[in-house]
């Protein structure tokens, strides 16, 4: 149980588009997602808190406006990279856990977007 | 505010030879513990935790993690390394908040596991 999928896997997008990322958890409803962002070769930063039918809590230094993210419903939660420049390309990861979660599945991540911006 | 470190970033040791990946914590407040491995170009896979009660903690693939208040750590061990075990590690650490907040992660330490 507790599985996490992510879409895509990879994607190329071309400067100054918008890219959007998908999280949805599989077999529990997730009140909460969180979305993470990881260079190469380097830790896994907190980027953002998602919250169902409420706005995301972002962390100090990213761009709201850059990253949009949206909660729509208990399973799934998308993060959109608007007017994408190469500095944006990164790999992705979402996290999400069922209600109790920490007893049970602790928090379970999805596979990862590799974003590549050319 | 919390903090992690994982005192080596990379660790080389020869197969079926045991390993030990250091990890430290601060917090000022009670914390909940992980482990998690990632594979290249995978996500993060839980491989144990720690919330409360007994501070040795067994996961999968025969990893353990023993929770050391004093020293404020939670070292992974594993008495015998595989080829497949190579991979990078991460600990974290969550504040206790049932869930509401995401984990900050140490930077990872390269397990090379060597024939």
């Known amino acids: 149980g507790a599985v996490v999928s992510q879409h895509p896997s990879w994607v190329i997008c071309k400067s100054g588009t918008s890219v959007k990322i998908e999280c949805r958890s599989l077999d529990f409803q997730a009140t909460t997602m969180f979305w993470y962002r990881q260079f190469p070769k380097q830790s896994l930063m907190l980027m953002a808190t998602?919250?169902?039918?409420?706005?995301?809590?972002?962390e100090q230094g990213v761009e709201k406006d850059k990253f949009l993210i949206n909660h729509a419903s208990l399973t799934l939660s998308t993060l959109t990279v608007t007017s994408a420049h190469p500095e944006d390309s990164s790999f992705y990861i979402c996290?999400?856990?069922?209600?109790?979660?920490?007893?049970?599945?602790?928090?379970?991540f999805g596979s990862g977007t590799r974003l590549t911006v050319v | 505010a919390q903090s992690v470190t994982q005192l080596d970033s990379q660790v080389p040791v020869f197969e079926e030879a045991p390993v030990e990946l250091r990890c430290n914590y601060s917090?000022?407040?009670?914390?909940?513990l992980f482990w998690y491995v990632q594979y290249p170009n995978q996500g993060l896979q839980l491989l144990l935790k720690y919330l409360s009660g007994s501070t040795l903690v067994k996961g999968i693939n025969g990893f353990e993690a023993e929770f050391n208040k004093s020293q404020t750590s939670f070292h992974l061990r594993k008495p015998s390394v595989h080829i497949s075990d190579t991979a990078e590690y991460f600990c974290?650490?969550?504040?206790?908040?049932?869930?509401?907040?995401?984990?900050?992660f140490g930077k990872g330490t390269h397990l090379i596991i060597q024939p």
């Open positions: 974290a650490v969550s504040d206790p908040g049932g869930g509401a907040d995401g984990l900050t």
């Open positions: 996290s999400a856990s069922p209600g109790g979660f920490v007893f049970n599945y602790g928090y379970t």
């Open positions: 917090s000022s407040v009670s914390v909940y």
């Open positions: 998602s919250n169902e039918g409420s706005k995301a809590t972002y």
